[in-house]
């Protein structure tokens, strides 16, 4: 079954998307998201180069600040940066306070294979939700209930996990205590607890663990899943990270298109919305997209998923708050401004383009429409 076809190229230059979609995508938006290619392979090199230059926004942040690398078990932050309040005050970057960290005597060491199976078990959960609350609320967890991230989690029913994950915030705790058991059966059970004999066995690559669960349900019968909740964004963002710790080299078929990507992909127009549309379409086709341009162009993805996490992190949520936002974005001009997200968080759908709201620059929020097209240069005065 193919992933994904794009049949034509269009006379204003945009992407369609045919229906041969995977089985998981049927039955979601009436009209497929068109996807500018032109646009999103400037704004793809734009990010790239600001991160690589240091520029603007990211003078201040780099991977170092991302929730996986900030948060390590077995380290309580007591102070972390506070930059981002800061940024809707100042109009020049401040200046960098220290963390102050204690270090507990159950640290795990980085790159280990513990740390590798906690962040197994962490990305898992990583979904619809504020990432760097999620590794937190796994810090905790491992801190609590450190059983958890090992072969004794077997030992646990569903509802005792359940309520642990529900007491540390962690999202849809019922739903993720039961593919947080499925899959421990998997790591444990078939691959030792090491995470990166299992990658091997899917042939280290995206569609190698999405094939490997379609095997694995052939053989065993409709409704199995040895990995459920590791799709191919959650699956791209767990390689994602063995790769930034040396472990693996980044598949070619993997990128975690998260609600930062999505949000500057629709912002900056590469991706245009017909209808209400499901964040799950957006994942495949700019993954797809986003793999071929960094290829293309010999692009580190690890730097480039930082580049788009920490400027829609920092910045996008209040751009319109942000004084010197235009020497501190690196797609300002080209940008229509923030759109909202909380549809995004709430069900996993973006609204049409006619139906977004728009906030840039503290002026005004606008709602796009058909006539504003002639007016976006009030904005960029």
Not at 10 to 15: F, K, M, R
Not at 236 to 248: G, M
Request: proline residues 4%; aromatic residues 8%; positive net charge.
């Amino acid at each position: 079954m193919s992933r994904l076809s794009i049949v034509k190229v269009t006379e204003d230059d945009s992407l369609t998307i045919s229906e041969t979609l995977p089985r998981r995508l049927r039955k979601r938006s009436l009209i497929a998201p068109s996807l500018h290619e032109d646009i999103g392979e400037q704004l793809v090199l734009n990010l790239y180069n600001a991160y690589k230059t240091r520029f603007g926004v990211y003078i201040a942040f780099n991977s170092s600040n991302a929730p996986q690398n900030l948060n390590m078990p077995g380290v309580i932050i007591h102070k972390q940066d506070s930059y981002q309040a800061d940024l809707t005050k100042e109009s020049i970057l401040p200046e960098r306070t220290e963390d102050r960290k204690v270090l507990s005597i159950d640290t795990i060491i980085r790159g280990s294979l513990k740390h590798l199976v906690w962040l197994f078990f962490a990305t898992l959960t990583d979904r619809r939700q504020v990432s760097m609350e999620v590794y937190k609320s796994h810090v905790m967890i491992h801190k609590n209930h450190p059983e958890m991230y090992t072969r004794d989690v077997l030992k646990m029913r569903k509802e005792e996990l359940g309520r642990i994950l529900s007491r540390h915030r962690v999202g849809c705790p019922n739903q993720s205590a039961d593919y947080w058991i499925k899959c421990a059966r998997t790591l444990f059970g078939e691959f030792g607890g090491n995470p990166l004999k299992l990658l091997k066995c899917c042939g280290s690559s995206v569609e190698g663990i999405v094939e490997f669960k379609r095997r694995e349900k052939t053989k065993k019968g409709r409704g199995y899943d040895p990995l459920p909740g590791y799709g191919p964004k959650i699956a791209s963002l767990y390689t994602l990270f063995l790769a930034e710790l040396r472990k693996i080299k980044m598949p070619e078929d993997s990128f975690p298109v998260d609600v930062h990507v999505q949000r500057l992909f629709i912002q900056n127009k590469a991706i245009v919305n017909q209808t209400d549309t499901y964040n799950e379409e957006l994942e495949d086709i700019l993954r797809v997209f986003i793999c071929k341009v960094s290829k293309k162009h010999s692009l580190d993805k690890v730097a480039l998923s930082h580049a788009f996490w920490q400027l829609g992190r920092t910045l996008c949520n209040g751009c319109y708050r942000v004084k010197g936002i235009e020497s501190l974005c690196p797609v300002y001009n080209q940008c229509l401004g923030s759109i909202e997200t909380k549809d995004y968080y709430k069900v996993g759908t973006w609204p049409s383009q006619e139906a977004s709201i728009f906030a840039k620059k503290g002026l005004r929020t606008f709602k796009l429409g058909p006539a504003d097209d002639i007016n976006l240069h009030l904005f960029d005065e």
